[in-house]
C-alpha cells in the first residue's frame, strides 16, 4: 500500500504559484504545554510536588509513573484543560506528549481519564499537606534574600462546579453551586506575584476559614528566607474582622484590609460625604450639560476606629468618591504609614 500526499493547487497571486503540501505529520493544537514544561523545568515545581506522593503501586505492574501523571494533571489545569475526559484527547496529543517527557509519535499514550481519577483519590491528607509545603517552599525561594517588604495577598474564588461533586454548596453571593477556594500569593519588592498557597474549600465556608493554617507556616517560612523584611497582609473586606487583626498582631504582621461599612461609620464619615456632595454640585453648576460632571471626584480622611470586639483602636482611611452618579465610599484599615491615595 502506498501513501499519497495530498496537494493543493490554488489560482495564482502577482505571478506567484500557490500550493498547499499537507504533509506536515503529526500536528497538535496544545503546544502551549512546551512554554508550560520550560517554566516547570525552572522551578521544578512538579518534581518537588511528586516527591511529596507515596506510590504504593507494585513497581512492575507500573505503566505510568506518579511524576508523569501529576505533570500531565497541572499542565492540563494550567491550559485550560481542567475536565479529566479531556485527557481521551490530550493523552494521545503529541504536544502533550512532548511536555511530559513522552516521545511524540513512538511513545505511548499519556494517562486516561479513569487512571487519573485514580491517582487523585488515592492522595492521603497527610500527602496534600506535602504538595501544599512544596507548592508554598517553591514560591518564597523565588524571593531574594534581600527583600525588604513582602506583600501577602488572600481572596477567596468562586469555582463553578456542575453535578454533585463533594464540598459543592450553593453560594448566595455567587449565586451558584461551586466551591470556594482560599487563594494566597506573596509578592517581594519587584512587584511580582507567585502563587503560594490555594485551599480548596466548601461553597458555603466562611472566608477566614484555613487562613490561620495557611498564614502561619507561609509567615515562618517567609522570615526563613528573607529575615530583614517586613510582611504585610492585604485582602478585602472580607477579612476585615476581630480574628484576621488578632491573628496579624499575634504574627507581628503589617495589614491593609478591607472594611464593610455599618452604622458608625457612616456617622464618622458624614461629614466627607457632605463635602463630596458639595464638590459633585459644584462640578455639575459648572457644566450642566454633562451628564457625567462630577465622576470621579474623591475626597480622603483618616480616623480612629474600634468596633466592638477589637483589641484597640485602628487607622481607618477611608475613600469617598462619586462614580456614575452615586456616592461610592471604600473603606480600608491599615498599619501602615503611607498615603492615603497609595493605600488605595
Not at 500550493?19 to 522551578?43: E, I, Y
Not at 525588604?148 to 495577598?153: E, G, K, L, Y
Not at 461553597?203 to 487562613?211: D, R, S
Not at 464618622?268 to 463630596?276: F, G, H, N, P, T
Request: glycine share 10%; proline share 5%.
Amino acid at each position: 500500500m502506498t501513501t499519497s500526499t495530498l496537494i493543493l493547487e490554488f489560482p495564482a497571486v502577482a505571478g506567484r504559484t500557490v500550493t498547499a503540501v499537507c504533509d506536515g505529520g503529526d500536528v497538535t493544537s496544545d503546544a502551549g504545554g512546551l512554554l508550560l514544561k520550560q517554566a516547570d523545568n525552572r522551578l521544578g515545581l512538579t518534581v518537588r510536588l511528586a516527591a511529596g506522593l507515596c506510590d504504593a503501586r507494585q513497581a512492575g505492574k507500573v505503566e505510568h509513573l506518579a511524576l508523569e501523571m501529576l505533570r500531565a494533571r497541572v499542565f492540563g489545569i494550567a491550559q485550560g484543560d481542567e475536565d479529566g475526559n479531556d485527557f481521551d484527547r490530550l493523552g494521545g496529543d503529541p504536544g502533550f506528549k512532548v511536555a511530559c517527557d513522552r516521545l511524540p509519535a513512538t511513545g505511548a499514550d499519556l494517562a486516561s481519564q479513569p487512571t487519573l481519577s485514580r491517582f487523585e483519590n488515592a492522595r492521603t491528607p497527610c500527602e496534600l499537606v506535602r504538595l501544599g509545603t512544596a507548592l508554598m517552599t517553591t514560591a518564597v525561594a523565588q524571593l531574594p534574600r534581600d527583600t525588604r517588604r513582602v506583600v501577602i495577598d488572600v481572596d477567596p474564588t468562586d469555582d463553578p462546579c456542575h453535578g454533585q461533586q463533594q464540598l459543592a454548596f450553593f453560594n448566595g453571593f455567587y449565586d451558584e453551586h461551586c466551591f470556594l477556594p482560599l487563594q494566597v500569593t506573596v509578592q517581594g519588592d519587584g512587584g511580582r506575584q507567585w502563587p503560594a498557597a490555594a485551599l480548596l474549600r466548601s461553597g458555603k465556608a466562611g472566608p477566614t476559614v484555613g487562613l490561620a493554617s495557611v498564614l502561619r507556616p507561609l509567615v515562618r517560612a517567609i522570615r526563613r528566607r528573607c529575615p530583614q523584611a517586613r510582611i504585610e497582609l492585604r485582602a478585602d473586606s472580607s477579612f476585615g474582622c476581630d480574628a484576621v487583626l488578632r491573628l496579624c498582631h499575634a504574627l507581628d504582621l503589617d495589614y491593609t484590609l478591607g472594611l464593610k461599612s455599618n452604622q458608625v461609620l457612616e456617622r464618622l464619615s458624614a461629614c466627607v460625604r457632605a463635602k463630596l456632595e458639595e464638590e459633585v454640585a459644584k462640578a455639575r453648576a459648572a457644566a450642566p450639560d454633562d451628564p457625567h460632571a462630577g465622576d470621579g471626584l474623591r475626597v480622603y480622611q483618616l480616623f480612629p476606629y474600634q468596633a466592638g470586639p477589637w483589641e484597640g483602636w485602628e487607622r481607618v482611611v477611608l475613600r469617598a468618591e462619586w462614580t456614575q452618579g452615586t456616592y461610592n465610599p471604600g473603606l480600608f484599615t491599615s498599619s501602615v504609614n503611607r498615603q492615603h491615595r497609595v493605600i488605595f
